[in-house]
């Protein structure tokens, strides 16, 4: 009776050997780009509670840290900055003297085009509201307002040469506001990677203390996506393309693989998933209290992400990945 089983899966799963000639999906150093986070004024590295082995730089760990980063071979790493001084229209940020553009200069000094080095170019770490925009005189995000200020941002990190700009602020029309003022400026080379759905996510809580920053009122529900909706994904997605994006981001990603799945059957440009800090919390939770193994857990996730149609993933663990893909090999 069992041996007319007209097929037996489990042939394929017997060994270690086998299963790696079998496996379907397949990390690799490459694909992981790592955020990292920048404080002005500080003299040592800040740990951020909230998200255990992940630190606010000086602009001097940075520059070991992107060192580093480019010696596992990583595909990039993700600036983000941490200014002493904020205000309503987040003034450092365009500042050529503003922490993320002094951190590019930087990390572009030590690692050249080793390593791909690209910002979060958004407001929310700038404005002393916390809003990822400039808001109106009755307390709103004004998109038209804030495109002007992303757009000299956008400039001010070409200047310091960043390679890519991450564009995640969910403003209508950024992607092309921002090439048109690039092109204006002569900084054709310089990509847009669109954070094409970003929902109005619980999980970047921890986010929040790595860039000390909290919203003064409101919440982001009025720009960022209702995650609720998977179809107005593509919406955003084909408008981004439109726009001329040269990647795409799902954000954040383990929650949003059906997303990630819909957008990568999609898009002709990259197509990236960002693995957001309430993510990795919710692993090293867990994984401190003893309830789940930390490196199975990590590598699981980061695996689903890249089943689901991510060609590349930030993650927290990036560097950490990279270590063990090295161990293996
Ligand atoms: C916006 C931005 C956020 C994150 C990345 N870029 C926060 C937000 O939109 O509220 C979150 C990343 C994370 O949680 O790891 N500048």
Same mark, same amino acid.
């Given at each position: 009776m =069992?041996? #007319?089983? /007209?097929? +037996?899966? +489990?042939?394929?799963?017997?060994t270690p050997a086998l299963r790696r000639l079998v496996a379907e999906t397949r990390l690799h150093p490459a694909e992981l780009i790592l955020p990292v986070f920048v404080r002005e004024g500080i003299d040592a590295p800040r740990p951020i509670t909230s998200m255990p082995g992940v630190v606010q730089h000086t602009v001097d760990t940075l520059r070991r840290a992107v060192v580093e980063a480019a010696e596992a071979g990583i595909g990039g790493v993700m600036l983000f900055g941490v200014p002493e001084v904020r205000d309503a229209r987040g003034s450092a940020v365009d500042d050529p003297d503003g922490i993320l553009n002094v951190a590019l200069r930087a990390a572009i000094d #030590? !690692?050249? =085009?080793?390593? !791909?080095? $690209? =910002?979060?170019?958004?407001?929310? @770490?700038? =404005?002393?509201?916390?809003?990822?925009?400039?808001l109106d005189a009755a307390g709103v995000v004004d998109n038209d307002q804030t495109l002007e200020r992303y757009r000299s941002a956008a400039v001010? $990190?070409?200047e310091a040469g960043a390679h890519l700009l991450g564009l995640s602020g969910m403003m209508d029309g950024q992607v092309a506001a921002v090439r048109d003022a690039l092109d204006a400026a002569g900084h054709q080379d310089t990509g847009l990677i669109a954070y094409a759905a970003k929902y109005a996510s619980a999980?970047?809580?921890?986010f929040r203390e790595a860039v000390d920053s909290q919203l003064v009122g409101g919440d982001r529900r009025t720009y960022q996506q209702d995650p609720a909706n998977?179809? #107005?994904?593509? +919406? #955003?997605?084909?408008?981004?393309? /439109? @726009?001329? /994006?040269?990647?795409?981001?799902?954000?954040?990603?383990?929650?949003?693989?059906?997303?990630?799945s819909d957008v990568a059957a999609e898009s002709l440009v990259p197509v990236w998933a960002y693995q957001v800090s309430g993510e990795a919390a919710m692993i090293e939770a867990a994984a401190a209290n003893g309830w789940i193994d930390r490196r199975r857990v990590i590598e699981e996730a980061v695996t689903s992400i890249k089943r689901a149609g991510a060609d590349a993933i930030l993650t927290y663990f990036a560097m950490e990945l990279a270590g063990w893909m090295r161990e293996e090999r």
């Open positions: =069992t041996s #007319e089983l /007209a097929a +037996r899966p +489990r042939r394929m799963r017997r #030590e !690692v050249g =085009t080793d390593i !791909v080095v $690209q =910002t979060d170019l958004c407001l929310d @770490e700038f =404005t002393d509201h916390g809003h990822c925009g400039v001010a $990190q070409a999980f970047y809580g921890p998977r179809r #107005e994904g593509l +919406r #955003e997605v084909r408008m981004d393309l /439109a @726009e001329g /994006a040269d990647a795409v981001i799902v954000k954040p990603a383990m929650s949003y693989l059906d997303v990630l």
